[in-house]
Each structure stands twice: as structure tokens, then as C-alpha cells.
């Protein structure tokens, strides 16, 4: 799958407050999230500088990352996916990543702690998340953006396979849209 070994793909959804693992690469486990995590995902979003292309650098506050990981433990529960917890493989929450529903499509998406910057795991992420779309099929597309400005995001997205389609605006901001490419296109 990638330079860093394979990915092990596993479809787990989860009420309990037990972990379970969706799909390992050689550095990196994707998750379910368990209510217990409001700590370490609070630690993630807290962080100026992993929050300068999601909140514009303003740390994200405690009543919303509490609203985040509510939906994310439902959207485990239904659809099915959502922007799983990342940890490395001793265990310590790195970051999330996975997708969201955006109208009909599946938008692809990860943060990662700022310590796990340049080590290539948003591209190995990225590319086992893209797998993972392909392997579970949906009626819609395959999609993400990131911040015009962000040109390792963009880089990432590109190497994961998406294609550039446009600049368009999202509340002030130029985003940078990438679609991903139809099987056998």
C-alpha cells in the first residue's frame, strides 16, 4: 500500500467503552473513540499551531471539542465512519483522521499532533484512509479540501491520489478542492 508496509482493514463499530482498531499501518493505528478520549482530543484542538488551518490558530474550546467527539462517536454508530482517533503503536493518541459527510460525499480529513509533523504519516494515513473509501463502497465521491495557503496539506492530498478541481471560498477563506478519481479512471 505504501512505503511503510501494508494496511490491515477491519470494519469495527463500537457503543462500548472498549477500543477497537479500524486499520494499522507500520507506524499507526486508526481507532474507535471511546467517551474517555475528551482529553487527549481537547489536547489536539487546543494547540495553536495544529489548529492554524482549522480555526485560524484559535484553540478550539472545551464545550466544542466535547460536541466534536459526540459526533464522532455517533457517527461511528451510524454511518459507520467518521474521523477516527490516530494513535502510534504504544498507544498514545497522535491525531484523527478519516472522513466526514459533506451533502452527498465523503470528505476525507486528518489532524495530527504537531510533534508527528514531517514524518510522512499525514501521506500514510491519507492513503490507507483513500484505500479504505474504495474498499467500502458509497454513493458518493471521494473529496477534501484544505486552506489555499497550506501547501503540505495540498501536497499530501496529492500523493494520496486526489486531484485538484478549484479554489472556491469557504467563510472568507480560499480553500483548495480535491476530488478523488474514479475506480479505473
Known sequence: MSK???????????????RLTTWTTA????????????????????????MTFLR??????????????D???????SPGWTKWRVEDLSGQMIGRAGFSPLRKDRELGYT????????????????????WHRDHPFDGSGVAYAES????SRRVLEKAGFNF?????????????YEL?????
Not at 71 to 77: D, H, S
Open 4 to 18: 511503510h508496509g501494508s494496511v490491515t482493514r477491519l470494519t469495527v463499530v463500537s457503543t462500548a467503552r472498549t
Open 27 to 50: 507506524r499507526t493505528r486508526l481507532t474507535t473513540w471511546t467517551p474517555d478520549d475528551f482529553a487527549d482530543l481537547h489536547e489536539l484542538h487546543a494547540d495553536p499551531a495544529v
Open 56 to 69: 485560524r490558530g484559535t484553540p478550539e474550546p472545551p464545550e466544542e471539542t466535547h460536541r466534536r467527539l
Open 71 to 77: 459526533t464522532y462517536l455517533r457517527e461511528q454508530e
Open 112 to 131: 495530527l499532533a504537531q510533534h508527528t509533523w514531517g514524518e510522512g504519516l499525514a501521506t500514510e494515513i491519507a492513503r490507507a484512509l483513500v484505500q
Open 149 to 152: 495557503g497550506n501547501l503540505a
Open 165 to 177: 478541481v478549484g479554489e472556491r471560498d469557504q467563510g472568507g477563506h480560499p480553500q483548495a478542492f
Open 181 to 185: 478519481p474514479a475506480i479505473g479512471a
